[in-house]
């Protein structure tokens, strides 16, 4: 088959994995939810703990009233820049995460409880800058699933696999909709989310957050995951094989902060 006809058939068939689905599939599964992920890149000193308390007695507490959890506050323990934390919001539509700042900035209760964070001086910031992602979950994974205890002690690792190009990333996430979920749930991996970047930096790209106990869990379970048999021959299918379909891998640890919902 020539190359250009087997990459129109794979995203075709990509097309259909990432969005159409039957009148049947839809009624009898929940609809996909959007993640808003916010990272604030912050200073050692009085801006983790503000920072942390603006979380818990302001920010999360709103976010619970109007429906928008669980919520995801987590500590980046490993990667560039730190010290930095991770915020991940679900909600129903893009419209609710995208005017959240708007929503929030009408709640009495909320200003009055976030004050010292939301006001701070020039001269000592709460933080030094926010980025931020807007996400679509898969089709095949549509919901934030936490933890079954979230007080148990637990680490995160947030993987993002950028792709060379648009195609490519389709390809990608058609892989994980083609046996790569039930490869992970096997190995015995905790998927949290898995989500599609709408909105963000070095796009096009995915992003996704597994749930383990600690280091040694998460090695073992990779372990498992690289030498089953089912990846290799998923990963050596020619439909995925045959160009590279990612292109840089960010690979985070991170650890939930008091307040986490997840």
């Not at 983790?48 to 603006?54: A, C, F, R, S, V």
């Not at 699933?145 to 792709?163: G, N, V």
Request: with cysteine.
């Amino acid at each position: 088959m020539e190359r250009r006809d087997f990459l129109a058939a794979s995203l075709a068939a990509s097309a259909f994995a990432l969005s159409g689905e039957s009148d049947a599939q839809t009624a009898a599964t929940p609809a996909r939810e959007f993640y808003l992920m916010r990272r604030y890149n912050l200073r050692s000193g009085p801006q983790l703990k503000l920072t942390e308390d603006y979380f818990a007695h302001a920010l999360i507490p709103a976010l619970t009233r109007i429906g928008l959890a669980p919520v995801g506050a987590l500590r980046l323990d490993f990667g560039s820049e730190t010290p930095a934390y991770f915020l991940i919001v679900p909600g129903p539509t893009t419209d609710d995460l995208a005017k959240l700042d708007v929503t929030l900035a009408a709640d009495q209760n909320f200003l009055e409880r976030a004050a010292p964070f939301w006001n701070a001086a020039a001269a000592a910031p709460a933080f030094e800058r926010v980025e931020s992602w807007l996400l679509e979950a898969f089709a095949g994974w549509r919901r934030i699933t936490p933890p079954a205890e979230t007080r148990a002690k637990r680490i995160f690792q947030l993987r993002t696999y950028e792709s060379p190009s648009n195609g490519e990333h389709v390809r990608k996430v058609e892989m994980f909709h083609s046996g790569e979920f039930e490869i992970f749930l096997k190995a015995g991996f905790h998927p949290v989310f898995f989500g599609d970047t709408l909105v963000g930096s070095r796009m096009p790209s995915l992003t996704y957050m597994l749930c383990f106990v600690n280091i040694a869990d998460l090695e073992a379970k990779w372990d498992v995951f690289r030498n089953d048999p089912e990846w290799k021959k998923l990963s050596a299918d020619p439909r995925f094989a045959f160009d590279p379909i990612v292109s840089n891998i960010g690979n985070l640890l991170l650890s939930p902060l008091d307040c986490s919902q997840i």
